[in-house]
Each structure stands twice: as structure tokens, then as C-alpha cells.
């Protein structure tokens, strides 16, 4: 049973515009949830975090929000580039040591020119 | 130069072949994750070593043996291996698990078994 979840396999939007990247989470113990971006040939790179106390956090053209009750996250990215296009990762741990990060699936995002 | 670096990048062997995957960190952390990416499904993490200790072994088979003899560097010893064991393994470090660390990948090992 798949404890973090993307539904959206591929997701396309027009350069400019926002991309948002949703990410659902079964365990209610998880605290801490990350977002990697992944190109080919290439290793998962880390984009953003957010810990469980807060419901936002921003760097720069990235935002990533927290739905506690409803356990759900979402990355936006605005305005979206080209460069964007990506798979994107999520990944959910609890803060209590020694414990793995769990991975979905991965959103392939594409902005179009 | 990145943090993380993986040899080989790419590796074609035979089911009876024994080779080995290098990873190496240069960030300073205390922690090596080896995962194993397949198509279509989420990110496996195989093993977990915090300060060369192995504290997961994600049921992973015996064909695959991880060595840590310090913490910048660990290998993945691959031996009578499978083609469904074919994927993109990846390498990860961190500062000490403690649920708030943040990974870093290497750009993996592209593995096909014949």
C-alpha cells in the first residue's frame, strides 16, 4: 500500500503560467515532506521542505503548501520555465529518527513554450 | 563537482556476473542510502548506514550486499543477479537520520541484467 501518493502522472502547462504538483500521504505520523526534482541521466536533486508545524513555505518561484486534516501537499511553481520541466518527487518522513523518507511515484511535468 | 558520485553510470551484466556500484559523498554527512528506481514505481530505499552502522535493510535479497567502510564512501556488491533487478540505482547521503535531514542523490547507476 502506497503510503505516498501522486495521482497525476504527467501534468502540462504553458511557460509563465503556474504548475501545481499534488501529493496525497496516508500516515498520519508522517511530520516533515520534501519535493526533488529529477531530470534524465540524473539523480533526484531536493527543491523544497516543510515541516509538519507550518502550512507554507516559499523559495523564490516555489511554494509548497501543507494540508494537515486533509494530508495533502501541493508544490506550485510560478511563474513556470521551460527549465521546469522535470519528473517531480515527494517525499514524506517522521521526525522520529533513523526512519526512511517514503517516495511517490513522480509527476513528469513539461511547460511548453 | 557534484556531492554525491556514482561509478559506473551505466552497467550491463550477465546473471552470473559479480560486480560492484561505488558511491561517494563529499558533503560531510554521517548517513548512505542506496535506493533502487524501477519503471513506473516509487523510489525503494535498499539499505540505510549512520556512521557506518547498517540500520535498514529494506528485505532487500541477498544478492545484493552493501559495504560501508566509512561514512563517504559505500558500495552495492551485485552477484547472480536477476533481469527484473534491471533499474536505476541511486545512490543518498545526509547529516544523521532524524526525520528532518534532507538527501542528496547522486546521478545513479543504470543496471541491466542480461
Known amino acids: 500500500d502506497q503510503q505516498v501518493k501522486q495521482n497525476s502522472p504527467s501534468l502540462s502547462v504553458q511557460e509563465g503560467r503556474i504548475s501545481i504538483l499534488n501529493c496525497d500521504y496516508t500516515n498520519s505520523m508522517f511530520d516533515y515532506f520534501l519535493w526533488y526534482k529529477k531530470y534524465p541521466a540524473e539523480g533526484p536533486t531536493f527543491l523544497i521542505s516543510?515541516?509538519?508545524?507550518?502550512d507554507k513555505n516559499e523559495d523564490g518561484r516555489f511554494t509548497v503548501f501543507l494540508n494537515k486534516s486533509a494530508k495533502h501537499l501541493s508544490l506550485h511553481i510560478v511563474p513556470s520555465q521551460p527549465g521546469d520541466s522535470a519528473v517531480y518527487f515527494c517525499?514524506?518522513?517522521?521526525?522520529?529518527?533513523?526512519?526512511?523518507?517514503?517516495f511517490g511515484k513522480g509527476t513528469r511535468l513539461s511547460v511548453i513554450a | 563537482e557534484t556531492g554525491v558520485t556514482q561509478t559506473p553510470r551505466h552497467l550491463v551484466m550477465g546473471m552470473t556476473n559479480k560486480k560492484s556500484l561505488k558511491c561517494e559523498q563529499h558533503l560531510g554527512h554521517n548517513a548512505m542510502y542506496w535506493y533502487k528506481q524501477s519503471a513506473k514505481k516509487p523510489l525503494e530505499l535498499m539499505f540505510v548506514?549512520?556512521?557506518?552502522?547498517?540500520?535498514e535493510n529494506n528485505s532487500v535479497p541477498s544478492r545484493f550486499s552493501p559495504e560501508c567502510p566509512n561514512s563517504s564512501h559505500l558500495f552495492l556488491h551485485l552477484h547472480t543477479l536477476q533481469p527484473e533487478d534491471s533499474a536505476l540505482y541511486l545512490c543518498a547521503s545526509s547529516f544523521a537520520p532524524t526525520g528532518e535531514e534532507t538527501q542528496y542523490f547522486g546521478p545513479g547507476t543504470r543496471l541491466l541484467v542480461l
Open positions: 548506514y549512520n556512521f557506518k552502522e547498517q540500520t
Open positions: 516543510i515541516s509538519s508545524i507550518k
Open positions: 517525499a514524506a518522513s517522521r521526525n522520529s529518527g533513523n526512519t526512511p523518507l517514503v
